[in-house]
């Protein structure tokens, strides 16, 4: 059916990894994980974008150091997506990385009927630039306010304050990752279901209290009989 703007399945969705590769990342091998975990899961995010048929998948990445950059910044569809290694160094400049996607999300360039952002804020420590000027930056366009955000918290340092801040949804908790089967896992998921759910228009968004995103019941605590190295 033809609609306003276009056909439904042309639509895109624009998917943005924001990614800690400060100095700490370097520290049990986070970062190495965090790259094979990332990479591991492109088959399951491509399947899950390609089962959704009112979607056109994007992504990009976005690096936090001292300065936040742009790892991967031309909207890449996801058919063609290949994650490219980072290595840890410096700072935690959330604040700026923040402000970078927000920039993304102002129209242009996004398109006025874009399908609801995702963004997945993944860090083991805390911002050490002004975390909150970003964010205000995020949730002053109308895209990042109706983008499904959610956020993983590596090891027992990561400011999960902030990540609960950012995710902006009290029904929505902070997936923890204290082990690398723990982040294989949460990655798997955030890779896939928010996809399913930005892509179908009877799911709603974040301003739905019914959103199907609350029900992470099997993504919180423990790989079992792992135990925690982070």
């Given at each position: 059916?033809?609609?306003?703007?276009?056909?439904?399945?042309?639509?895109?969705l624009?998917f943005?990894?924001?990614v800690?590769?400060?100095?700490?990342?370097s520290?049990?091998?986070?970062?190495?994980?965090?790259?094979?975990a990332?990479?591991?899961?492109?088959?399951?995010?491509?399947?899950?974008?390609?089962?959704?048929?009112?979607?056109?998948?994007?992504?990009?990445?976005?690096?936090?150091?001292?300065?936040a950059?742009?790892?991967?910044?031309?909207?890449?569809?996801?058919?063609?997506?290949?994650?490219?290694?980072?290595?840890?160094?410096?700072?935690t400049?959330?604040?700026?990385?923040?402000?970078?996607?927000?920039?993304?999300?102002?129209?242009p360039?996004?398109?006025e009927?874009?399908?609801p952002?995702?963004?997945?804020?993944?860090?083991?420590?805390?911002?050490?630039?002004?975390?909150e000027?970003?964010?205000?930056?995020?949730f002053?366009?109308?895209?990042?306010?109706?983008a499904?955000?959610?956020?993983?918290?590596?090891g027992?340092?990561?400011?999960?304050?902030?990540?609960?801040?950012?995710?902006?949804?009290?029904?929505?908790?902070?997936?923890?990752?204290?082990?690398p089967?723990d982040?294989?896992r949460h990655?798997?998921w955030?890779?896939?279901?928010?996809?399913?759910?930005?892509?179908?228009?009877?799911?709603?968004n974040q301003?739905?209290p019914?959103?199907p995103?609350?029900?992470?019941?099997?993504?919180?605590?423990n790989?079992?009989?792992v135990?925690?190295?982070?």
């Open positions: 059916m033809e609609m306003p703007g276009g056909k439904m399945a042309n639509r895109p624009h943005f990894w924001i800690d590769i400060s100095g700490s990342m520290v049990d091998a986070k970062i190495q994980q965090l790259n094979n990332i990479k591991t899961t492109i088959p399951e995010m491509q399947k899950a974008a390609s089962e959704n048929p009112n979607a056109q998948v994007y992504v990009r990445v976005v690096a936090i150091s001292t300065t950059h742009w790892h991967i910044a031309n909207p890449t569809p996801i058919e063609s997506f290949k994650w490219e290694n980072l290595s840890a160094d410096g700072e400049a959330m604040g700026h990385a923040l402000t970078l996607v927000a920039e993304q999300l102002r129209t360039p996004m398109p009927r874009s399908l952002p995702v963004i997945v804020l993944i860090t083991d420590g805390e911002p050490t630039d002004d975390f000027n970003g964010l205000k930056m995020l002053d366009e109308p895209w990042g306010k109706r499904i955000r959610v956020g993983i918290a590596i027992k340092d990561a400011r999960k304050d902030k990540i609960k801040k950012f995710i902006n949804n009290l029904e929505i908790p902070v997936l923890e990752a204290n082990n089967q982040l294989v990655i798997k955030v890779s896939t279901q928010p996809l399913k759910i930005a892509s179908n228009p009877h799911q709603g301003e739905n019914n959103n995103m609350i029900n992470l019941n099997n993504n919180i605590g790989a079992n009989g135990d925690d190295v982070w």
